[in-house]
């Protein structure tokens, strides 16, 4: 691919990206909060402004290496078909990336270093939209099956991606998912409103439909054994996340009212689904408090106001990012700076440098009604780390008749799985080898929940991963394409021998 038919695209156009639908009114609805047409014209002249580097600084910020010259470049010429298929070489879920990655690619741009990026993000979304819409995206089930069977389970993206891969490597795999349906932190974690739901159900349909077989509703530790899948399975892979979540074991903890952020949100998912949820209070007319300046309280924080929340703030113990790239924070890192969150557009208020001290009850009716705080300076050392901190103003007070706790997820729930001989890590990951084995003979491990909380870019190319370590496993080779990581990575120690021919 080369930019020759627009050399100077970059100098013609100025960065314009498609527009999220108007704040006010999309916090009224239900809909997602996507603008849902643009400009074809637009589309092709954004694409125009990649400059096809010699080194795609872009395709190595992009945590799979996604082939971003050679779409962009399609696109400029409207091949939109083509675009699709170098898009899905790297990436078995463009719709899920091209509406909800944060887009580290876009920081790494040659264009960033001094101008406005390539609206990369905006293109990949536009291009599988394109696809499905045109009917591009169809099932493409084997032609041959190996013998072998496999299982994964947890179905978060990471899980979705290794079942695609090894079924279209010919293995027979079933996912197992302990909720009512496949999807994890996609389905019940992301808001409707971020990410429709009807996107992930029209793939899973499309998994389906190659042969990939879902059991939901089936937990690893209490509905079947790590045994019995061993038994049933040539190899097995946890792809079950890090959803244990982390806790703010401050006085009043106990209060009625004061909610981890996951249960809140999945009865928010199930309530969009039209499931009858008894249980939990929502936020309508309460004063709501988020503690966690991540996605997952950006999530809470346009959720409670969807449900008519009085008022909602977000309370970020970190100080706020600077505006502007730090010097320590060179182009083309992961760009660490102030980025306004979808939610805080539509009306969440936020504040930083807040430290929690106490859920006080003032009424004495066993709920929560107010945060107490001090307000901090925190002193760092050379890693970055808080050691220590400045109280600025002792004695914050805040209404908070609502608290939902979004402070991040500390580890895979290994807890349940009952299978002590699975070796975990100090962290509390699951232990993985350089070729995503686990401990256990046969069983591997990707996605959160050997690699700890982070991105649905990153969990679809450990699923990936995983997809080809385990093909290895079974048959000695593979010729599922290695992600950007896996290249990296040895192949496995001596000692090791494929498993062979399935019996
Ligand atoms: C609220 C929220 C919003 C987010 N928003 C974004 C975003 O906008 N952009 C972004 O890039 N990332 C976002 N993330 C992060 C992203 O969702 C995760 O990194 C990603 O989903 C991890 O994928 P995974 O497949 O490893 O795990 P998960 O998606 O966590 O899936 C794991 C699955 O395993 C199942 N499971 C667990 N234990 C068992 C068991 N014992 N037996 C059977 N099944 C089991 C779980 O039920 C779950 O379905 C968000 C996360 C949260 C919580
Ligand atoms: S997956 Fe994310 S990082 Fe990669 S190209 Fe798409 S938006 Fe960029």
Redesign the pocket.
């Known amino acids: 691919m080369s930019s020759e038919n627009h050399p100077d695209g970059y100098l013609r156009y100025a960065r314009t990206a498609i527009p999220d639908r108007d704040p006010a009114a999309r916090v009224a609805d239900d809909g997602e909060i996507y603008a849902p047409e643009w400009s074809e014209q637009q589309l092709r002249e954004q694409a125009t402004r990649c400059m096809d580097c010699g080194v795609p600084t872009c395709s190595a910020g992009c945590p799979i290496g996604n082939l971003i010259p050679d779409w962009n470049d399609l696109v400029s010429r409207a091949d939109w078909q083509r675009a699709l298929e170098r898009l899905h070489a790297t990436n078995n879920f463009p719709e899920l990336t091209g509406y909800?990655?944060?887009a580290p690619c876009e920081d790494a741009c040659t264009l960033a270093y001094n101008d406005a990026p390539v609206t990369i993000k905006n293109l990949e979304r536009a291009i599988v939209d394109r696809g499905w819409d045109e009917g591009w995206i169809v099932p493409q089930p084997p032609s041959a099956r190996s013998g072998f069977r496999v299982a994964l389970?947890?179905?978060?993206?990471?899980?979705l991606a290794a079942a695609q891969q090894l079924n279209r490597a010919g293995h027979r795999v079933t996912v197992?998912?302990?909720?009512d349906a496949p999807g994890?932190?996609?389905r019940y974690?992301?808001p409707e409103f971020?990410f429709a739901k009807w996107r992930l159900d029209r793939r899973i349909r499309q998994l389906q439909a190659e042969g990939i077989v879902f059991r939901s509703g089936?937990?690893?530790?209490r509905d079947l054994s790590l045994e019995d899948l061993r038994r049933e399975h040539h190899a097995v892979g946890l792809?079950?996340?890090a959803?244990h979540p982390r806790d703010v074991p401050i006085p009043g903890r106990e209060l009625a009212g004061v909610l981890f952020a996951?249960p809140y949100?999945t009865r928010a998912n199930r309530v969009a689904a039209g499931q009858a949820v008894p249980g939990e209070p929502d936020a309508a007319g309460r004063s709501v408090v988020v503690l966690g300046g991540g996605?997952?309280g950006a999530?809470c924080v346009a959720t409670a106001l969807r449900q008519g929340a009085e008022r909602v703030i977000q309370i970020g113990i970190n100080d706020k990012p600077p505006a502007h790239r730090p010097a320590d924070n060179p182009w083309p890192l992961p760009l660490k700076v102030y980025k306004q969150s979808y939610a805080q557009k539509e009306g969440g208020e936020e504040v930083f440098s807040i430290n929690s001290v106490a859920f006080v009850d003032e009424s004495g009716d066993g709920r929560v009604d107010t945060l107490r705080a001090e307000r901090v300076r925190w002193i760092r050392d050379d890693a970055g780390r808080r050691v220590d901190r400045e109280v600025l103003e002792p004695d914050v007070r805040m209404p908070a008749d609502l608290v939902l706790i979004a402070a991040g997820f500390a580890r895979p729930?290994t807890d349940?799985?009952d299978a002590p001989e699975l070796a975990i890590a100090t962290d509390g990951t699951i232990h993985t080898d350089a070729c995503m084995a686990t401990s256990i003979p046969g069983v591997f491990a990707g996605?959160?929940?050997a690699m700890g909380?982070?991105?649905?870019?990153?969990?679809i190319g450990e699923g990936r991963d995983l997809a080809r370590h385990m093909d290895i496993h079974l048959t000695g080779h593979s010729a599922l394409p290695a992600s950007l990581r896996t290249r990296n990575r040895p192949l496995r120690a001596d000692g090791w021998a494929p498993l062979g021919a399935a019996g």
């Open positions: 909800a990655c944060p389970v947890g179905s978060g993206p990471a899980g197992y998912e302990r909720d994890g932190l996609v974690g992301l971020k089936m937990e690893l530790g792809t079950i996340g959803q996951m949100l996605d997952t999530d729930e349940t799985l996605g959160d929940a909380h982070s991105l649905l870019v990153w969990a």
